[in-house]
């Protein structure tokens, strides 16, 4: 709550306390991190997150390790990042979250079948975004695959018109 009012130092109190009292709560763990992660701690945030997924009861881990690969690329540790996403598709393979953002930490390694594979099992899973048709857009491109690729400007076209991702595929800017 405190974190939310912009009350920085009361929040740091409020989860120190918190952990003080039972510091392998997972939840506190957890959010902790995220207050840490988005006040530019990120170092410190990943440990927390680390500390959550460790409690064996803990009910979304692969949360935890998603957002751990969030604060790492924002680092620019874009191999930790790959590793947490990738252990948190081990734990849940459809967490959505977790596999857009490995597609688009694939796509900017070039490694684009995977991405691809990534970006397709998303959109199976939930209804396409204006970033996950964007993006799956871009790598059959890349790919040289011209009729997924028009396929998938057509849907972005459709559902997006308005998009940041639209107006980017109307200019030409594709990366």
């Not at 109190?13 to 530019?40: G, M, Q, V």
């Not at 409690?55 to 979304?60: D, E, H, I, N, S």
């Not at 953002?101 to 490694?111: C, D, F, I, S, V």
């Amino acid at each position: 709550m405190y974190g939310d009012l912009r009350e920085t130092s009361l929040a740091e109190e409020a989860f120190r306390k918190s952990l003080s009292i039972n510091p392998s709560d997972p939840d506190t763990n957890h959010n902790y991190a995220w207050f840490l992660c988005e006040n530019r701690r990120e170092e410190e945030s990943i440990r927390y997150f680390l500390l959550a997924v460790r409690y064996p009861l803990y009910a979304t881990p692969q949360k935890s390790y998603t957002m751990a690969a969030t604060c790492a690329s924002r680092k620019g540790n874009d191999k930790d990042a790959g590793e947490y996403l990738e252990r948190a598709l081990k734990l849940d393979p459809t967490y959505t979250p977790a596999l857009i953002n490995l597609a688009q930490l694939k796509y900017r390694r070039g490694e684009l079948d995977g991405a691809r594979n990534l970006v397709g099992r998303y959109n199976k899973l939930v209804e396409p975004t204006s970033e996950s048709l964007w993006l799956a857009l871009r790598i059959e491109r890349r790919l040289g695959d011209s009729a997924a690729s028009s396929s998938y400007a057509n849907q972005l076209r459709r559902r997006f018109p308005g998009s940041k991702e639209y107006q980017d595929l109307q200019k030409g800017r594709f990366d």
